[in-house]
């Protein structure tokens, strides 16, 4: 009867260390594998995750005017509003993704779009010298976008518009610093 107790005992043991990651560290690390594999470039996910769903809260609420006349945008329906929300939570997230180190700025080096603008090279630089300053713009956004978040929570559009504000300048803080900071903008002609 021992000898069967025993034996499950050493059963369950060896399962349990089977399906344990080998060699985990104190600090929650694989042995011998990073603990975050990041695949997509600081580009993509700005194409892909951070200016869609900033563009889609930022979109849903504001006063549009057309030939028709003024339209006043703003989340109705609860769909609506758990669509806002959904694209709050994206937002969110992916200023985590911003986080996480030995992200590449491109999949293609590419060049300075014209004066005063950062190549892919003068921005992967930039981010090797300052990545505490680059870190600090993601938080400050995901900061902006959990103030979207509550306000969408308690379907505040007036709060909403307003972190809609904090989100443009969030934004712009961190390409003027990292993309275009000397951007050299042409004066519009003089037709006098």
């Given amino acids: 009867m021992n000898t069967i107790k025993i ?20 600090k929650g690390e694989l042995a011998g594998q990073r603990q975050f594999l990041p695949v997509a470039t600081i580009q993509d996910l700005m194409e892909s995750q951070i200016d869609p769903a900033a563009d889609g809260v930022w979109d849903s609420v504001g006063t ?12 109705h329906t609860a769909e609506q509003w758990e669509e806002v929300r959904r694209k709050a939570l994206n937002l969110v997230e992916a200023t985590n993704l911003l986080l996480i180190p030995g992200r590449g700025v491109a999949r293609q080096a590419f060049p300075s779009a014209g004066p005063g603008v950062f190549s892919s090279a003068d921005i992967e630089h930039k981010l090797a010298t300052d990545r505490a300053g680059f870190d600090a713009f993601a938080v400050a956004l995901r900061n902006v976008a959990l103030e979207q978040l509550t306000a969408i929570n308690h379907r505040d559009v007036a709060a909403l518009s ?12 961190c390409h003027l610093t990292f993309w275009y900071p000397h951007e050299v903008i042409p004066l519009l002609p003089d037709f006098k």
């Fill in 64 to 75: 549009v005017i057309t030939a028709a006349g003024e339209e006043n945008r703003q989340p």
């Fill in 7 to 26: 034996a499950g005992v050493a059963t369950a043991l060896t399962l349990i260390i089977a399906c344990s990651p080998q060699g985990a560290t104190k």
């Fill in 162 to 173: 307003k972190a809609g504000e904090a989100l443009d300048t969030a934004c712009e803080s």
